[in-house]
């Protein structure tokens, strides 16, 4: 679509990014509340996609060069993020294509004054897309959203991190071959552990699954009720109950059910998130917010472990037949001091304050 008055079109695109950039911090300030920080992140990472100055760049050179309306032009320039995103051969930037469609989503929305998904839902449902924007994820009511599918996505995509976080059952990957049998209305049942999508359900097989619900449920109730008992076996040998963590949300569940601490706190996600090597600060933060879930309980870290098998961004790794027994983990950081080093001063700032039981590497 064309503009003929390109300055009227900045004007209505910068209004539009406001109240975009509003409502992504008010959802951030909400999780955080609900000391959700990791899902909150979600969010302040998406604000600062919607203030990269590349994309105001690019999106002023579209209204005022070639005359496009501030829709058109948002359309246009995310498209461009994406596609660049989706070229990388990284599983994880890869999905950060999401992440920019979902933003330019919402400024196009807000643009033409279209409701968000959650107003378009009369009641309780389960949501069937092709993907699913955070933005989309958080604009539903919690108890109007069962559970959602998808066709396309994968684990490291924002939602699906979102909905591990929040308890959300869902569904990925299920193709687009199958996009045809779903439609408005259709009974539907969701099985989240096992990848389970029911369409229509026979009447028998309904009153099966809701008793499996019903019993998971109950299930649940019974092992929090019991969540604070001694673990003690039967012969009456006593044994430490810890959990794996990778971030302060994962560290706040393990808390929530009664581990004793951290057996493994992996430190790749920070690593893995971006194009630039985090920084001692960095760091530090991550693992007193961690520690601050399980204040006094010991936690045991292993430093960066990465090889060919999983690669940094920021830090391009050579392939090997057998990355396993190759230039990986505790060699990279021997060789390479200027990554371990400021890792290892950040894990002893943080196990020096009074909320670290222990820190063992």
């Known amino acids: 679509m064309r503009a003929n008055d390109p300055a009227a079109e900045v004007t209505r695109l910068d209004a539009a990014i406001a109240a975009v950039d509003a409502a992504l911090a008010r959802t951030d300030a909400l999780l955080r509340d609900e000391q959700k920080d990791a899902e909150a992140d979600v969010f302040a990472a998406h604000r600062m996609l919607l203030g990269d100055p590349s994309l ?3 999106l002023l050179e579209l209204i005022r060069d070639e005359r496009l309306a501030a829709d058109s032009a948002m359309y246009r320039a995310g498209e461009e993020q994406a596609l660049l995103l989706l070229e990388l051969d990284d599983p994880y930037l890869s999905a950060r294509a999401a992440d920019v469609r979902d933003v330019v989503g919402q400024v196009q929305r807000t643009l033409r004054g279209e409701s968000a998904l959650g107003d378009r839902l009369s009641g309780p449902a389960i949501i069937v897309a092709a993907d699913l924007g955070p933005s989309d994820l958080m604009s539903v009511p919690r108890e109007r959203l069962l559970g959602f ?8 995509a924002h939602a699906i991190i979102l909905a591990r976080g929040l308890g959300i059952p869902a569904v990925i990957g299920l193709g687009e071959a199958v996009a ?3 439609s408005d209305g259709v009974l539907l049942a969701l099985d989240g552990s096992s990848g389970e999508v029911v369409l229509s359900p026979a009447p028998e097989r309904l009153t099966r699954l809701r008793q499996a619900a019903e019993a998971a449920t109950v299930r649940q109730a019974e092992l929090r009720a019991r969540r604070d008992l001694a673990t003690v ?3 009456g040998h006593s044994m430490t109950l810890v959990a794996n963590a990778s971030t302060p949300a994962e560290a706040r569940l393990a808390a929530e059910w009664g581990a004793a601490g951290i057996g493994l706190l992996r430190t790749e996600l920070l690593f893995l998130e971006r194009a630039t090597l985090p920084s001692e600060d960095e760091q530090f933060a991550l693992y007193r917010a961690i520690a601050a879930e399980l204040p006094g309980r010991p936690i045991v870290v292993r430093t960066l472990d990465v090889g060919g098998d999983k690669e940094l961004p920021a830090f391009p790794l050579p392939k090997e037949d057998n990355p396993f027994l190759g230039w990986r983990g505790i060699r990279i950081g021997l060789s390479r001091p200027e990554i371990l080093l400021p890792q290892l001063r950040a894990l002893l700032r943080a196990s020096a304050m009074p909320i670290f039981g222990s820190c063992c590497l």
Request: net charge positive; proline share 0%; aromatic share 6%.
């Open 180 to 182: 045809d049998r779903f």
């Open 233 to 235: 076996t039967r012969d």
């Open 149 to 156: 599918a998808l066709l396309a996505g994968g684990l490291t």
């Open 56 to 58: 105001r760049e690019r």
